[in-house]
Every structure is written in C-alpha cells, then in structure tokens.
C-alpha cells in the first residue's frame, strides 16, 4: 500500500521526548509531509504538541480512531515500546520509521520484519547516521586503501545525571527497558562498522567499572572481528568527558556541542593507506616511486590527504525525504528491519560477551550469538 503522491504524506510522531520534537521539525520543514499528530502520554504531551502546531493524542490507539490518522508514523519512544507500538500502527495500515533499535529482543524484532511484510507495510529503521556527510565520504574512500586489515574505534563522552531522570526518561537506567549505551549508542556505531566493513561475526568485551547507581552497563572495550578478515577494536563509555565521539566529531547533534579538532573516532587500516574520520585525513605512501633504492614504508615521509565533504544538508532531514520515498515510490529502505536486526544481534552479542568473566568470545550466525568454548 502506499499514499498518493498528489497530497502531502500525512505523518504522525509518537513520542514526545529527546529526539521526537527533532523528527517533528524535519517533518515540519519538509514540503511532502504534513505533521498532523504528535501522541505522547506524559502530562506535557499536549504543551509540546502545542509547540509543534499540531494535534496532541495520548496513544497511539486513540490517533488511529481519529480523525487525524497518519500515512506514516515515526516511533521515537523508550526503547521497549518500539515493536508493539509498531505492531499496532502496522495493523492499522500505517507505515513505519522506528527509531533505532528496532526491536530490544532478537525474536520480537523477527516478528515485527515478518508482520510488516506480511501487511504489506513500509518499514524503515532510523539508523540516520547512514546520511551523515561524513559517513558518506568515508564509505566512498574505503577503495583508496586498499585491502582493509583493522579499524579501531571510540565512542566516549559525559552524560549528565539529567539524561536519566523524569517520567521519560527513568527507563534509560535499566537493562529490561532498554537502557544502557549498548542499546543507546553502541547501536549506532555497530550499524554504521557494518555499513562500512560488512558483518560482524564474533566479538569479545569487558565491562567498565561502574560510577553510577543504575542496573544498566555504561561501557566496555570491544574486540571484534568481521566475516571478511577485518579485526577491529572499540572503546565505549558514557561516564567520561570526552571529543571522541559521533556527535562531538561531526555536530549532527544540536544538543552537543560540536568540537573542532578533537581527533578521530574511527580509524580505517588498509594495505595502502588509512583514513580518520570524521577529519577524513588520508595518509599513505602514494608518492614514493619504488625503484633505486627506494621502496614504501616507516623510512619515507607519509603523505597526508584532506578529503573534501559537503555538511550542507541534516541527516535527519534527508532520511524523512527518504522515508517518503520509500512510502510512495517503493524505494528500497536505506537501513531495512534485516539490517537493524543484525546490529541488534551484534550488541547483544556484546552483553552477553560482557557477562563473560573469562572473556570468552561470543560467535554471530546469521541472527543466532553463542559462546565460543575457546579462541582459535
């Protein structure tokens, strides 16, 4: 099923949190759509609703029995109500963009691909980094360094005590909610390394020591390795002041501020050459002419490469243009439920690694992680 194109696509927002008022605004400003709701059950859903110029539901079952309901509908509520809410708008015939994760379990994430392609139901994940100019530049310069052996990366950075506080905010405390950075942020980062490297196929993690009182995990270092051949590292946590992290480093984030010269939070290795990003420096040995003594390695001078980006357009503005696409003209998601799973799958992987206190790694098979009885 899917909306005329002659009309604007009439677009619902359910939640009222962080991110949902940002969704709204790109929804706001886009010619195709048309904000016509925004559910949120707290007792403020109605102030903001009324900020957003829009009606105010308190359920998603309510917008869908009034006059008001959606085309589509963008899910950006606590991590754990992602699928039934989804679920209920997808019986309605309502198509979907569910914020990331998809899903908080491996089978109720399944479930949630299986019924939407069952109805016939657009689904889309929001994995919006995949937009990122910075992103985009970087797949696209992975070619140039040849045959890619390690990548090593970092997301590190301070949340304040308000981050877990207030009626929307508790459930980011615990684990059965949702909660913690593997769900949170590690995500994230899994997607965009298999965007860029392919499938990750076994990790190994320790936890960090904890600093606050909440049941949820706050860091880990990560070992991993991808079905290519390509090994990486991750350092994750979210209890230090830090500039090595996605927001910090690219300011696609309004509410953090961006950090100008604060390093790298990936690094790329390749047989010929390796790449930062987000500064997107190039460094290799290109210029030396092997020959007559001379030969490329640690006794010449590395060449370092600046690669352009273009930071004009908001990823989050282009995956709601997007969205629209793939609701009225069939495109194929840019990050569909299969490819959300699989960076599920990869973080449990990670928990379940974190649990180990012999460190023993954790194998992926598809959508299956078990543990591994010994390292090869």
Not at 87 to 102: C, D, N, T
Not at 275 to 294: I, M, N, T
Not at 335 to 364: F, Q, S
Request: charged share 20%; aromatic share 6%; net charge negative.
């Amino acid at each position: 099923m899917a909306s005329s194109s002659c009309s604007s696509l009439k677009v619902a927002v359910i939640g009222g949190g962080l991110i949902g008022p940002r969704h709204a605004q790109s929804v706001i400003s886009n010619p195709s759509t048309e904000l016509v709701a925004l559910v949120e059950p707290s007792p403020n859903g109605s102030s903001v609703a009324a900020s957003l110029n829009t009606h105010h539901y308190p359920s998603t079952s309510a917008l869908i029995l009034s006059p008001h309901k959606p085309d589509a509908a963008i899910i950006c509520t606590p991590n754990h109500t992602h699928v039934p809410l989804a679920l209920e708008l997808i019986a309605a015939g309502v198509h979907i963009l569910v914020e990331k994760p998809i899903s908080t379990t491996i089978p109720s994430g399944r479930e949630l691909i299986t019924v939407a392609k069952e109805r016939d139901v657009k689904l889309l994940v929001g994995h919006h980094r995949r937009f990122n100019p910075y992103l985009l530049r970087a797949k696209s310069s992975i070619s140039s360094l040849g045959r890619i052996l390690a990548i090593q990366g970092t997301w590190t950075l301070l949340k304040p005590p308000s981050y877990f506080q207030g009626p929307t905010n508790s459930w980011r405390q615990s684990q059965t909610s949702g909660g913690g950075v593997v769900l949170i942020n590690l995500i994230h980062e899994i997607d965009l390394l298999q965007y860029l490297l392919g499938p990750i196929v076994l990790v190994s993690a320790l936890g960090t020591q904890k600093t606050r009182e909440h049941d949820a995990e706050e860091g880990a270092a990560i070992l991993m390795r991808f079905e290519s051949g390509v090994v990486g590292t991750f350092i994750l946590c979210d209890t230090t002041p830090s500039p090595w992290n996605f927001e910090a480093g690219t300011g696609e984030n309004p509410t953090i501020p961006k950090v100008e010269g604060g390093g790298s939070f990936y690094r790329i290795f390749g047989a010929e050459g390796s790449l930062s990003v987000p500064d997107l420096a190039r460094w290799s040995y290109d210029h030396v002419e092997e020959g007559q003594g001379k030969e490329k390695g640690w006794n010449e001078v590395l060449k370092k490469e600046e690669i352009p980006v273009e930071k004009e357009e908001v990823p989050f503005d282009l995956q709601l243009q997007h969205f629209v696409d793939v609701v009225r003209d069939g495109k194929e998601p840019s990050c569909t439920g299969v490819e959300a799973l699989r960076a599920l799958v990869v973080c449990e992987a990670v928990k379940t690694a974190m649990k180990n206190a012999d460190g023993m790694p954790v194998e992926i098979h598809g959508f299956e992680i078990k543990n591994r009885n010994k390292v090869d």
